[in-house]
């Protein structure tokens, strides 16, 4: 990934993405070429030395079963937006801008590992299903349909499991802009009620001044 040093995702930043992610885009180079696949995801950062992401795809996808070519690649997509000229001051003054888009985004590379194991295909899908159920009222437990049932779609599926080597994030929130456009791009953020991607510009901006 082209990441320019002001564009460099903290620490931080990339272990919020991680954890918030509910689903991203796994891709892997296989003998019949990339292979592609949207999944669920689960942040695990008790696994290894930078942690894993828990998936799971169903059994008649062919991407499980062929072998992948070296580091397996999860694609992360955090927050994004579309980024106005006009919104900035420094337009009025010289006119050389041009539109842009921000945003939050990590590649996961690692070692893929196949689970072909109800009890381990259990344990995620129960981890997953309360992480996205808590606060919910009223939520739902697997608990909650017959044991036959999900028995049965428990073999539908298999594990995966992403065994974190390295990270690559970028962090584009208009941190090569003058304070001023940064701040015009942060209230046009707000108006639009897109208070994401204002609070994001804004947390980006306050790293900078602490450089």
């Known amino acids: 990934m082209y990441v320019p040093a002001h564009f460099s995702a903290a620490d931080t930043e990339v272990e919020e993405l991680l954890a918030g992610c509910g689903a991203a885009d796994l891709v892997t180079v296989t003998p019949g070429g990339p292979v592609a696949t949207f999944l669920p995801v689960l942040?695990?950062?008790?696994?290894?030395?930078?942690?894993?992401?828990?998936?799971?795809?169903?059994?008649?996808?062919?991407?499980?079963?062929?072998?992948?070519?070296?580091?397996?690649?999860?694609?992360?997509?955090?927050?994004?937006?579309?980024?106005?000229?006009?919104?900035?001051?420094s337009k009025a003054e010289h006119g050389r801008a041009v539109p842009t888009w921000n945003y939050l985004t990590a590649h996961v590379y690692g070692r893929l590992v196949v689970h072909d194991d109800p009890a381990w295909v259990e344990s995620m899908v129960r981890r997953l299903t309360e992480l996205h159920e808590d606060g919910r009222s009223p939520s739902w437990s697997v608990d909650d349909a017959p044991s036959s049932f999900i028995a049965g779609q428990l073999r539908a599926i298999v594990g995966l499991e992403l065994v974190i080597t390295r990270i690559e994030a970028k962090s584009k929130m208009s941190q090569n802009r003058p304070e001023a456009d940064r701040d015009a791009v942060v209230a046009a953020y707000r108006a639009e009620g897109d208070a994401v991607m204002a609070n994001a510009v804004r947390a980006a901006s306050e790293r900078m001044a602490k450089r």
Request: proline fraction near 11%; glycine fraction near 8%; charged fraction near 15%.
């Open 43 to 89: 942040y695990d950062p008790s696994v290894g030395e930078h942690g894993a992401m828990l998936a799971h795809v169903a059994r008649n996808n062919d991407q499980w079963r062929e072998p992948a070519s070296g580091e397996s690649l999860l694609i992360v997509h955090g927050p994004d937006a579309y980024v106005s000229p006009s919104w900035y001051p």
